[in-house]
């Protein structure tokens, strides 16, 4: 399939932008009460007259684009093979919210080449069903299992049995849920936000010991600073999660608003690439979506706000939230082991970080997991993807290892 | 050692326990009333005028460029497919909305309503840097005997147009000729009130301003009337002010979290059945807790942005009437019946529809042609997040001023009159219903006037007796 947007819609979007209602911000607020109305005139502005879809619709299409119908919906996908390697793995890439595919731009060409051994991904990139231009499900229930179950049935119907999965945000909990549900299918699943486990003893204790006993006792200081000050933490997770538990409890009453109007669905989209990229973005003006600590271009985030506008899927793909019914399935989900190899990159300002320990209890196959320090936040993929690249061939490179081990002592035990 | 400390601390402390649920300890551990803002002036800070005492009145006025910019936008609206059988549990049914935007733009006469509006006095007058916006309605001499102020209060997503037809009935005598000068303000940041420039303009910042304005008018004394924030604000008046009000009226009680007694009652009541701690009707107001707790988590979502980012979804609700309407109308839906959200049409039409929707059009056509919801939302952030700990602490500070309250069957936050009666001594009325949910002076106007109208003799009473505790005609 070719993206392409009808200049009708284009022009309705332009006449909404320039009718858009100013919103003055407080003084001294920045971005803590969220989207700053002053910066968003500027975005305005740049999006009026600087930023050019159709260069970015060209780019999306020099992806190869496909549709196919599973479970009774339309999932779009990216489908990029490499052009030369000696060896090639199948990697399904998982986007999240309020992201898209567009978020892998830079990493996909970077997956796709070969290195200097000629390895290389042949790389599958799913829309969530619901986003962009995968259907949404019309019926009730649609949550990251069913989700789950639809991308591992994408990958059968293009002939991987076996594949590697990367993602992050609801990428990450769909993944999560593929190594429980189909671990003979995945070698291995990569992520930069790894769920928590907290119905294990052992984590439990560790965490409530750990909070007034030394750093350096139990938990050594870097994952100290990961899950401590508990209540810190836990307050910036209550600043942080307003949106969720609208969308967790009524995503249409905010749906109608996003979906009408292109200058309030960029406010809310964009309030969080400021602000899950570093928490302390809400402290500037801009939100530090310009200037020089901004992790992407302006243009990159108005292509993703554009992929929601143009396809209408912002209700929908809030609508996600609330089908992940019972925080009790989700909390088994992150309590079942699985055997499938594990790889994490854990940056610094992704919101939820979990220490190595915590994740081998529940993988026990973990063969890589990497700190990072310097630079990094929750859309990890887009805003660092020679780093990301690197790590996912890092980990196949050891999930490979790990798999021809495996099969030799398979045949060794059948002798 | 351990076989005489240990039944010893367990005493000492199912003692402690007794005491504590038996309300001993009430009002020991009251917390300190907090400082009211320091900012006294809310106004851009380029601008250093000062307030004056003028009082202006108004007419409020739309003008055809702002209702043939909304007739656009809502011609031009997206639709949002529902999903299949899911009423208003989703949110807002995006089916629903299409004929919502049918009436709007085929039937809904704003010039009709705006005439109403006007019907009642408008006036603008500057407190603290803030164009405050109210109606001041004084009964004609025919019939009154005694005349007495009160100040009605809002809350969100409401306005004062949520009294139109309760303030007709409190300025017109009764049989005893008893009527009411009404001050009924839009809280600043709502409607046509001047929104604050400045951070920290909360509940208590509001309720100085109120003070103020019922003083500026003449009124050293006076009555409140309040739900939802109104509630607040009026309970914050009643501990600031204390001097000034002569009773306070309210649909939405708050619970004293900070009193020990009312901690231990309900802890113990949520495993002792019924009739027991609590009365049947009482229990059912707080108990199944857990049920109750996920109720609040399923209802307050909105809440929870709102004290967090208002800003972020008050860019889209400030330039989409549709989504406006239907951010807002669904609390008119699902909070006059929980039960609302299984229909399809939330009840906001049809056999069970509490409003007009003419009357709940009306409401945020206010929101929407004065660009109000932004900072009208900002107020749930100035209170939870910026101020979480003053505010929550006055709900728990004890006060004598007379305390009314009616408790509808469907209001979100019910408290027993037991628990009401803790922090206060002087609660002189208190209604329960089964019917009726938050908005109740909107939804049940002569029911409210007649409340409202008990509450205030029995307080007239009560400071009769204070003024002349013999009687009338007898000294001490």
Not at chain 1, 303 to 322: A, H, Q
Not at chain 2, 66 to 73: F, G, I, N
Not at chain 2, 242 to 270: K, W
Not at chain 2, 386 to 411: Q, W
Request: charged share 20%; hydrophobic share 40%; glycine share 8%.
């Amino acid at each position: 399939m070719k993206v392409s947007v009808s200049d009708t819609d284009l022009n309705s979007l332009k006449s909404r932008l320039r009718a858009f209602k100013f919103v003055e911000p407080l003084e001294n607020s920045a971005f803590e009460y969220g989207f700053n109305g002053r910066f968003m005139q500027q975005v305005v502005t740049y999006w009026l007259e600087k930023y050019d879809w159709r260069q970015w619709e060209k780019k999306i299409n020099s992806f190869e684009n496909y549709l196919t119908r599973i479970e009774g919906l339309q999932v779009h996908f990216m489908h990029v093979k490499p052009k030369k390697a000696k060896k090639r793995a199948p990697l399904l890439l998982l986007h999240g919210w309020p992201g898209s595919v567009i978020e892998f731009h830079k990493l996909l060409p970077l997956l796709t080449t070969s290195d200097s051994d000629g390895f290389a991904f042949e790389v599958v990139a799913a829309s969530l069903p619901g986003f962009a231009w995968s259907e949404a499900p019309k019926k009730r229930g649609f949550d990251p299992s069913a989700a789950a179950r639809v991308m591992d049935k994408l990958m059968g119907r293009l002939g991987f049995h076996k594949y590697y999965v990367h993602g992050g945000d609801w990428g990450s909990i769909i993944g999560h849920v593929m190594a429980i549900e189909f671990q003979d299918r995945l070698l291995g699943f990569h992520t930069s936000m790894p769920m928590q486990s907290f119905r294990h003893p052992s984590i439990l204790l560790q965490m409530v010991a750990g909070s007034f006993l030394p750093a350096g006792v139990l938990f050594d200081k870097r994952d100290c600073d990961k899950i401590y000050p508990f209540f810190g933490k836990l307050g910036d997770l209550m600043r942080e999660s307003g949106y969720f538990h609208l969308q967790a409890t009524r995503p249409d009453s905010v749906g109608h608003a996003l979906s009408d109007s292109p200058v309030g669905l960029a406010a809310y989209i964009l309030e969080k690439f400021s602000v899950w990229t570093n928490l302390q973005n809400r402290f500037s003006k801009d939100g530090n979506l310009v200037g020089p600590k901004a992790a992407f271009t302006l243009d990159e985030l108005l292509t993703n706000v554009m992929i929601y506008w143009t396809t209408g899927s912002i209700t929908s793909s809030m609508r996600f939230y609330k089908e992940d019914l019972s925080i009790e399935a989700s909390s088994n989900y992150a309590s079942i082991p699985s055997q499938v190899p594990y790889g994490v990159a854990s940056f610094p300002h992704e919101l939820i970080r979990v220490p190595e320990d915590f994740v081998r209890k529940t993988h026990p196959n973990l063969l890589l997991y990497t700190d990072f320090d310097d630079r990094g936040g929750h859309f990890a993929a887009f805003e660092l993807p020679e780093l990301v690249a690197k790590e996912i061939r890092k980990f196949v490179h050891l999930a490979e290892a790990f798999h021809s081990a495996a099969a030799k002592r398979g045949r060794k035990s059948e002798l | 050692m351990c076989n005489t400390l240990l039944p010893l601390a367990c005493t000492a402390c199912l003692a402690f326990v007794l005491l504590a649920g038996l309300g001993c300890l009430d009002n020991l551990a009251a917390p300190d009333k907090p400082a009211l803002p320091a900012t006294l002036n809310w106004g851009a800070s380029s601008d250093s005028s000062s307030d004056g005492e003028a009082v202006e009145a108004t007419r409020l006025s739309v003008s055809n460029a702002t209702l043939d910019d909304l007739r656009s936008r809502l011609k031009a609206f997206k639709f949002v497919e529902p999903v299949e059988n899911s009423g208003f549990e989703y949110g807002f049914n995006g089916a629903f909305m299409k004929q919502l935007v049918s009436h709007w733009l085929n039937k809904y006469n704003w010039r009709v309503w705006e005439d109403r509006l006007n019907s009642f006095p408008n006036y603008f007058t500057r407190i603290e840097g803030l164009k405050v916006h109210f109606m001041h309605l004084k009964p004609s001499k025919k019939g009154v005997k005694k005349r007495v102020p009160l100040l009605i209060l809002h809350g969100w997503p409401g306005s004062v147009f949520e009294f139109y037809k309760l303030i007709p009935l409190l300025t017109t005598p009764d049989t005893d000729g008893l009527a009411f000068e009404v001050v009924a303000p839009s809280i600043p940041g709502y409607g046509w009130s001047e929104a604050a420039k400045k951070r920290g303009f909360s509940a208590a910042a509001c309720a100085r301003v109120f003070d103020k304005l019922m003083v500026r008018l003449g009124y050293r004394q006076y009555y409140i009337q309040g739900g939802d924030w109104g509630a607040g604000i009026g309970h914050i008046i009643t501990r600031e002010f204390p001097e000034r009000v002569l009773g306070f009226h309210t649909n939405m009680p708050m619970q004293p979290f900070r009193q020990p007694s009312v901690i231990v009652q309900m802890i113990a009541g949520s495993f002792i059945p019924d009739g027991i701690l609590f009365s049947k009707k009482d229990g059912q107001k707080i108990f199944p807790y857990f049920e109750k707790l996920s109720d609040i988590i399923r209802e307050s979502g909105y809440m929870h942005i709102q004290a967090t980012r208002p800003d972020t979804i008050g860019h889209a609700l400030s330039d989409s009437p549709v989504g406006l309407a239907a951010y807002i109308l669904e609390k008119f839906s699902v909070w006059t019946d929980p039960q609302n959200r299984l229909s399809q049409t939330g009840n906001l039409i049809g056999p069970k529809a509490a409003f007009s929707l003419d009357e709940l059009l009306t409401n945020v056509m206010i929101y929407w042609t004065t660009g109000s919801i932004t900072s009208s939302v900002r107020l749930y952030k100035e209170v939870f997040s910026e101020n979480r700990e003053t505010t929550m602490a006055y709900f728990s500070i004890p006060s004598d001023v007379p305390h009314g309250v009616a408790s509808f069957s469907n209001e979100l936050s019910r408290v027993p009159e037991r628990i009401v009666r803790v922090t206060h001594p002087n609660l002189l009325h208190y209604a329960d219903f089964d019917h009726g949910g938050h908005f109740a002076a909107f939804e049940l106007p002569d029911l409210m006037n007649s409340e409202v109208r008990a509450f205030v003799r029995a307080a007239e009473d009560f400071h009769a007796k204070k003024r002349s505790p013999l009687g009338e005609g007898k000294e001490l």
